[in-house]
């Protein structure tokens, strides 16, 4: 049985955890603000060029470029985003599970995983999966910069013939209690939505001016629209990121709250019963002098 002394170091124990919970929470309630207001900038430019890429892309039918549609797959290039650290709840192993999923329900592709975010990147470095890029996030504000590079590694592979196809894998941003895992295809870049078709698609199919010519415009737009997807993946997941940490040390606050409520409660009872048993041991002890 624990001794008043053990139970107060428990106690002890706790309260330092809920403190540095309580502290974390606080520090990615403060990132998450500054995380949600670029993601919210940067929706409109990110769904913008994806319209403009579809509605250019479905005017020039007769212009070939090398990052529309192969019209092969088979091999296939895996970017996943995790982050950097841990204790963000189920952020970062619900990504690894849809990466996992995708490679199993997919045994006929050949599947190379790009990884950033040391999660993924520890994760896929002890599996026997043909792992093409290793990177970590990194702890600062997402940079364009980041984009650019894995944009020109994947655009290299896919015109080189390494893949034939690219997905990315992330964490959407819908609150801070709701993250959703995404899987989406950037490469070939998709000409059309069959579900949809947008306003601005319709508005434009009355054809274009094109300066200098067709193939100029694609190869300007096409990979910057690569670049713009890898960026929005990234603010998303740097969102989702410090929601799901937020919603996760304010959990672990309250359960130390309550582990320390259980705790006092049991330590209370504890002394009291110590108490007890010191006064009946006096009177007892009266008892036998007085006989």
Known sequence: ???????????????????????MKMVSAAKLRRAQEEIVAARPYADKISDIVASLSENVKHVTHPLLNKGKTGKVELIILTSDRGLCGGFNSNILRAAE????????????????????????KRRTYNVTGQRPLGTKRPEYSLAETVGREVIDNYTNDISDETYIIYGEFISAMTQETVVKKLLPVVTEDEEKESEEKSAMDGG????????????????????????????????SEHGARMTAMESASRNASDMIDKLTLIYNRARQAAITKELMEIIGGAEALKG
Do not use: W
Not at 2 to 12: E, H, M, P
Not at 105 to 111: G, I, R, Y
Not at 210 to 232: A, N, W
């Open 1 to 23: 049985m624990a001794t008043l002394k053990d139970i107060q170091r428990r106690i002890k124990s706790v309260k330092n955890t809920q403190q540095i919970t309580k502290a």
């Open 101 to 124: 999923r995708f490679i199993n329900e997919n045994p006929e592709l050949e599947v190379s995983v790009n990884t950033i975010g040391r999660r993924s990147v520890d994760y896929f």
């Open 208 to 239: 274009f001016l094109f300066e200098p010519d067709e193939e100029g415009v694609l190869d300007s737009l096409l990979p910057k629209y690569v670049e713009v997807q890898i960026f929005r993946a990234i603010l998303e997941s740097s969102a």
